[in-house]
């Protein structure tokens, strides 16, 4: 199963939907919970390397804990955007945007986020 985000049915939702601006709003928003999500681990895993090295302030704790929590929540955030995404597409007969499990269950949680740093290194690589 292919298990990555299919930018050719993310671009044909925005045409089928280039009429409709909550709509293309909703998906922008989509793309920038990615972001959102892929800075979150960066943060975390940013601090996460800083402990590693001896740094366990009670100030650092906290910290850490925030960063968790913020990378959870935009975790749930793409995980919720996908499910809109996979909704609308299939209620214009296109294809999924993504095939794998839309779940907060592990592994399908762990393969979506997976799916969506790819999507977004092609963004990058892609970028002009």
């Known amino acids: 199963m292919d ?3 299919n930018a050719g049915a993310l671009k044909s939702l925005i045409t089928a939907l280039q009429d409709d601006p909550i709509m293309l709003d909703a998906i922008y928003g989509a793309v920038v919970v990615f972001e959102e999500y892929h800075s979150a681990v960066i943060a975390e895993q940013a601090l996460k390397l800083v402990h590693e090295h001896g740094v366990v ?7 850490y804990t925030d960063a968790d929590a913020t990378r959870t929540r ?3 955030a793409v ?5 809109l995404l996979n909704s609308e597409v299939e209620k214009r007969g296109i294809a999924p945007v ?13 393969e979506l986020a997976d799916a969506v740093m ?5 963004i990058i690589e892609n970028r002009s």
Not at 79 to 83: C, D, E, N, P
Not at 98 to 110: F, K, N
């Open 3 to 5: 298990t990555t985000i």
């Open 57 to 63: 302030t009670p100030e650092y704790r906290e910290r």
């Open 74 to 76: 935009a975790h749930n």
């Open 79 to 83: 995980i919720s955007k996908v499910a």
């Open 98 to 110: 993504y095939v794998g499990g839309v779940s907060t269950e592990y592994p399908a949680r762990r």
């Open 118 to 122: 790819e999507y977004l290194d092609t």
